[in-house]
């Protein structure tokens, strides 16, 4: 599927993201951006472990 540059841009949207299409009725699709659960928790404990409490804990995984 081609997506004109200027209705990608308008959207919000660049080339290359991931998107997920749903039908919403006959000749219409709406695409929206894939919900990114990573990027959305990544760094949310960022100070809630030392650095040592997390050797301890990666130790235990052996």
């Known amino acids: 599927m081609t ?3 200027a209705e990608l841009r ?6 290359g993201e991931r998107l997920v299409a749903r039908a919403d009725g006959p000749g219409r699709v709406i695409l929206e951006r894939e919900h990114d ?3 959305e928790f990544a760094g949310a404990l960022t ?13 235990e995984w052996d």
């Open 10 to 15: 308008a959207a919000g949207l660049e080339a």
């Open 47 to 59: 100070g809630a472990y030392s650095d040592a409490g997390l050797d301890t804990l990666r130790d």
């Open 37 to 39: 659960v990573l990027s």
């Open 3 to 5: 997506i004109p540059v």
